[in-house]
């Protein structure tokens, strides 16, 4: 494969800015916080991560932005041993932290389509039907993971329930990913196969000086931001801020962030040179509720890894599986009564050089191929003072965030 990348101001014909969502549509692929990320349309080479990164060092590049390497988009699933699924857009289009827009093309791919204004159509609000699975199993599942604390069986384990969000007409994606940037646009919001969300929470970045060849440079700086524990938002700010104030109070609470810390430090460590973090949690606010986060920065050795080895070897977090990680997954897989698949996985972009961002994959929905219904996620912590209806508040808490999008007349 042969890549071109240019500045946006280069082209000749190109509009003077562009908004990623308008790339992505709703058949695109889209990753990007505030208005920094990437949006993407076609596929030039698809694969799992194996055979993602092999693809991306063999890309012929002809660049006027040195710093900017080719790039793919992809997921990785709850499963540990899942190698993902990722795509080398036929067109990947960037906007940098500095605010300069990167189109870069590969092969005969034609950037005037992807960055062409998309169709607007008049679209008809359907009526919904949200369909809960069996609570009772969900309320089950809690007791027996608390259970299992209790016992010092586990440390923490995550228990999540799904629902399913039904249309009589096709939900426009592409109109879900705008409600998203206006209500979530500090969250990490990604659009992949029918995957849509809005994750606030920052698993791994990794970001070094480096040339299109793939290249280390001398720094390769890695950021992580931990989230765990979680309370509800109302809208008053003398009450959140109460709420907050009993979150950092709250023992239970601590004890599932901690243990979240601990391991996504313990997993880092070995690959840094030195590895910094937040002394206390601090509040994490998005529209509808509020978390604890620490953050992680610090800087890898050299020669330092790649963002996509160090999510996998990540994911899934505390925060989405539990602790011990293995004993965690057995009793999720044996009690949820529900396959996650992409959910509670990762969500992210790495190229040739190794950079790249990736977050937890929550706050999502699993759209069908006929966009009709979708399928939502939500879970949370369970230690030893878990109850088990007030976890279910929580979820239905979190399920707010997708549903207020996708429902939206």
């Not at 071109?4 to 916080?33: C, H, K, M, W, Y």
């Not at 080479?45 to 790039?71: F, M, N, Q, Y």
């Not at 700086?221 to 907050?244: C, E, K, N, Q, Y």
């Not at 890898?300 to 997954?329: E, F, N």
């Amino acid at each position: 494969m042969r890549a071109v990348t240019r500045l946006l101001g280069e082209l000749d014909g190109a509009p003077d800015t562009v908004d990623l969502n308008d790339i992505a549509r709703s058949d695109g692929f889209l990753f990007v916080q505030n208005r920094v990320g990437v949006a993407g349309r076609g596929v030039a080479a698809r694969g799992d991560r194996t055979d993602i990164e092999a693809a991306l060092h063999r890309i012929d590049h002809d660049t006027t932005v040195p710093e900017v390497a080719p790039l793919a988009i992809g997921v990785l699933g709850f499963e540990p041993d899942d190698t993902g699924d990722m795509v080398v857009p036929a067109v990947s289009v960037r906007r940098l932290p500095d605010d300069r827009v990167v189109v870069t093309t590969i092969d005969d791919a034609e950037w005037r389509d992807a960055l062409a204004a998309p169709t607007t159509s008049a679209i008809t609000a359907g009526a919904f039907n949200v369909i809960p699975e069996p609570v009772d199993r969900y309320l089950a599942a809690v007791a027996t993971a608390r259970d299992a604390v209790r016992a010092d069986d586990l440390t923490k384990a995550v228990i999540a329930r799904p629902i399913r969000v039904e249309s009589d007409a096709p939900i426009d994606v592409h109109s879900v990913l705008r409600r998203l940037r206006s209500a979530f646009g500090s969250s990490y919001r990604y659009s992949y196969d029918g995957l849509v969300g809005a994750s606030p929470e920052l698993l791994i970045e990794v970001d070094r000086s480096g040339g299109s060849d793939g290249s280390a440079g001398p720094i390769a700086v890695v950021r992580s931001h931990p989230l765990a524990g979680t309370a509800p938002r109302t809208g008053d700010p003398d009450r959140d801020a109460t709420i907050a104030a009993e979150l950092i109070e709250s023992t239970k609470n601590q004890i599932e962030h901690r243990v979240v810390i601990d391991v996504v430090h313990d997993t880092l460590l070995p690959y840094a040179s030195y590895l910094d973090w937040e002394p206390d949690p601090s509040i994490v606010t998005v529209a509808n509720v509020q978390h604890l986060g620490t953050r992680m920065e610090g800087v890898l050795s050299d020669p330092a890894p790649s963002v996509l080895s160090l999510a996998r070897a990540l994911a899934p977090t505390p925060a989405l599986g539990g602790h011990p990680r293995k004993a965690a997954i057995e009793l999720i897989t044996a009690n949820e009564g529900f396959t996650r698949g992409r959910y509670g996985g990762a969500v992210g972009w790495v190229d040739a050089a190794g950079n790249g961002t990736w977050a937890v994959t929550i706050r999502c929905a699993e759209f069908s191929p006929d966009r009709r219904s979708a399928r939502l996620v939500a879970g949370g912590g369970i230690v030893a003072d878990s109850e088990p209806h007030a976890e279910l508040a929580e979820t239905q808490a979190k399920f707010q965030a997708m549903l207020g999008v996708i429902i939206r007349p």
